[in-house]
Each structure stands twice: as structure tokens, then as C-alpha cells.
């Protein structure tokens, strides 16, 4: 059985590069998926470097699973096109999450992961205290088209009574 350790606040950032999808552009949005969980991002019209800067949050469950990204084109009179996809994994991040930080100072880089052919990095990844959070900033090279990355930032939601955090 599956029991809930956290919440896991996905800040969408924006994206870089994009494909166009439509003659005019793409009007791209972000679908995350996390076992039977779906969530997405608004559209935005008509840019293949878009700004979304939205917040979505995930519980997250133990044992643990990547999490998936999908980029898609929004189309009125047909179905919505494949942008590209990533995965990327956060064991780093949770245990980053469940170090003592009280004694580090604000900004101090806990950890960096580095991109390798597991996972879709585009750049290292640094893990970090900043105003007491635990904080993820990663690009992600998106797979399955010709170009594209997105950029994300992580950042943990306690749960009050939740084992081990």
C-alpha cells in the first residue's frame, strides 16, 4: 500500500525552443504525470518560447516513480499535438529533503545532479537550501522532437505526521 509522504510543488517556468506544431506557431502547454495523477499548465498562444510560471502540486507516494512530462500544442478542431516528453526522477531531491539543514546557511548548494544518458538533463542540477526550503532548478532536454527544453523548479511541501520527513 501506498502511503503519502509529501507534496511536491512543480514550478512550471517556461520553455525554450519549442517546435512549431502550426503554421503560425504552437500554443504549447505541460501535462506532469505521476502514477494516476494528471496535471497541466495553461496554453500559451502562439509561442514556442513561452513563460508559464505556474505552480502545480503532486503528492508523492512511496515507492517512488519518475515523473513525466509532456509538452503539447492546443488545437480547437483537432487533437492536440506531441511538443516532446521528458522524465526525471527525485530521489536526490527527497534526500536532500530529509537532511538535518538546520546549521547550513541560505543559498548553500546541498547537492548537484549531473545530466547522463538516465536521465533528460540538459545541465547539472542543483539542489539548494534557499529561505529555508529545499529547492530543485532543473532544465530538461525534451525527447521524441527536434528540439525543445523546459525549465522547472522543485520545491517541497511538508506534511504534518508523515513518516520520515
Do not use: H
Not at 505521476?34 to 502540486?57: C, F, M, R, S, Y
Amino acid at each position: 500500500m501506498e502511503s503519502i509522504i509529501g507534496l511536491l510543488r512543480v514550478r512550471v517556468i517556461k520553455g525554450v525552443n519549442l517546435v512549431f506544431r502550426d503554421t503560425r506557431g504552437s500554443d504549447p502547454y505541460i501535462v506532469l504525470r505521476l502514477g494516476g495523477q494528471k496535471l497541466k499548465t495553461n496554453a500559451i498562444k502562439n509561442n514556442v518560447n513561452p513563460e508559464w510560471n505556474e505552480d502545480l502540486t503532486l503528492s508523492i507516494s512511496e515507492p517512488l516513480e519518475p515523473i513525466k512530462l509532456q509538452v503539447y500544442d492546443k488545437d480547437t478542431f483537432s487533437s492536440d499535438d506531441k511538443m516532446g516528453d521528458a522524465e526525471f526522477d527525485i530521489q536526490s531531491f527527497l534526500q536532500a529533503v530529509r537532511m538535518n539543514l538546520a546549521g547550513i546557511p541560505n543559498g548553500t548548494i546541498i547537492t548537484t545532479v549531473q545530466p547522463s544518458r538516465e536521465n533528460c538533463l540538459a545541465v547539472e542540477s542543483p539542489i539548494l537550501k534557499k529561505d529555508g526550503k529545499v529547492i530543485q532548478e532543473l532544465v530538461l532536454r525534451l525527447q521524441n522532437v527536434e528540439s525543445g527544453e523546459v525549465e522547472l523548479q522543485l520545491s517541497w511541501v511538508s506534511m504534518p505526521g508523515a513518516p520520515g520527513f
